[in-house]
């Protein structure tokens, strides 16, 4: 829901996941399927500097990386 919420440029969705996570998660753990937190989505448009404020209030690093697994076949 949440990367949804950033997708859609929803802020008060956002917030509101936000506030009622468990306080021993981190928004950094949180992967879609394509194994991706929110703020890479948070960062693909200007249009979303706010949700990028929100995560950044909310304890989220500018540096965590998509986990993404590489396969490489020889």
Known sequence: ML???VIFNRPQIVNIVITHMPRDQS??????IYRRTAMHYAYASVRFAEIR????????????LDKVTIFIHI
């Open 53 to 64: 404020k929100i995560f950044r209030f909310a304890g989220s690093s500018d540096h965590s």
């Open 27 to 32: 928004i950094d753990t949180l992967l879609d």
């Open 3 to 5: 990367h949804k919420a």
